[in-house]
Nanobody, 127 residues
Framework: QVQLVESGGGLVQAGGSLRLSCAAS???????MGWFRHSPGKLYEFVAAIRTSGGSTYYAESVKGRFTISGDNAKNAVFLQMNSLKAEDTAVYYC?????????????????????WGQGTQVTVSS
């Protein structure tokens, strides 16, 4: 049974940093992993993604230049370094993994491109 477990969330002041981690347990053959977030009153939105092969990365415009995604293929883990945090970044962050080989950007940046999901970790940014 595959499980994704996020960690690293918490309370931070605006302008500060947090590093989120996501580790997969069990047997998982993943072609890509990503992060999504959701907060009350807002749409479920894509944050960042990375391909297992080649290391191509994708970012939402709202986080580009502030967040960095990285991965450790041997450990089936993915990380999200979050810098210059803003109050609008407050949300529950979810890690996701895809077992499908795809090309292009659509499935890497949309939730229906992923097969496994973590339970989420809360990030709260105070202003």
């Amino acid at each position: 049974q595959v499980q994704l477990v996020e960690s690293g969330g918490g309370l931070v002041q605006a302008g500060g940093s947090l590093r989120l981690s996501c580790a997969a347990s069990g047997t998982l053959s993943s072609y890509g992993m990503g992060w999504f977030r959701h907060s009350p009153g807002k749409l479920y939105e894509f944050v960042a993604a990375i391909r297992t092969s080649g290391g191509s990365t994708y970012y939402a415009e709202s986080v580009k230049g502030r967040f960095t995604i990285s991965g450790d293929n041997a450990k089936n883990a993915v990380f999200l370094q979050m810098n210059s945090l803003k109050a609008e970044d407050t949300a529950v962050y979810y890690c996701a993994a895809s077992t499908r080989l795809t090309t292009g950007t659509y499935y890497a940046t949309h939730s229906d491109g992923y097969d496994y999901w973590g339970q989420g970790t809360q990030v709260t940014v105070s202003s």
